[in-house]
């Protein structure tokens, strides 16, 4: 499987200036990451926000570091420094790359998943499949294992521990149900498959766990 690129985060917007006459400039962009609130310039923060573009791509697993570096290097504007500013937000956490059939315990260890958007349930037609949306309208529909995650994943100290959390619970399925005997390394595989495609949709976000 490809090793894939996310931001990471919590856009709060842009900050303004207390001036008069107001001054259309933002002072900086704002990020929520983790326990703090990360200033962006306008340039970081248009390559931040680059990251979540073509969610059709996110869902193929196509969008990776080299991807992302030359859809900047070939946009309308094109970035000139646009290798150096994806690697130093990589550095800050504010971009996450990960190998989807690789070892995901380290990188999950240091986030937390949290939902944004509407859980939607899932339809007669596929039950399989849970969807998640805003304002009443789905963006995507992911297995019921990925959307525990997506609901609960949150309430844990990171989102490994929520893996290993629905692993053991999948070994004590109630009576009539199919046990499932997930290992803490499925589910997060099943996660990891669908993270880009939550957090480009904005049904999703990964935030940094403080302190790691």
Known sequence: MPRVIVPAGLSMGPRYRYVRPPDPTPECYEIHLGDDLVELSETEAAVWAAAFMDAARHAKLEVDRDSLIR????????????????????QRGLLVEFDT?????????????????????STAEEPHLHRIGHSGQPKIAVPVQVYAQWSYAFLHPNLWEACAYYA??????????????????E?????ALNL???????????????GQ
């Open 71 to 90: 859809l900047l290097e070939t946009a309308p504007s094109p970035e000139p420094q646009a290798r150096e500013l994806v690697d130093s937000l990589l």
């Open 101 to 121: 059939d690789g070892d995901l315990e380290p990188v999950f260890r240091r986030h937390k998943l949290l939902p944004l958007g509407e859980g939607l349930g």
């Open 168 to 185: 053991d619970e999948s070994e004590e399925a109630q009576a009539g149900e199919e046990l499932l005997n997930l290992t803490p390394a």
């Open 187 to 191: 589910v997060a595989r099943d996660t």
């Open 196 to 210: 880009p495609v939550m957090i480009s949709t904005g049904c999703a976000f990964l935030d940094p766990v403080p």
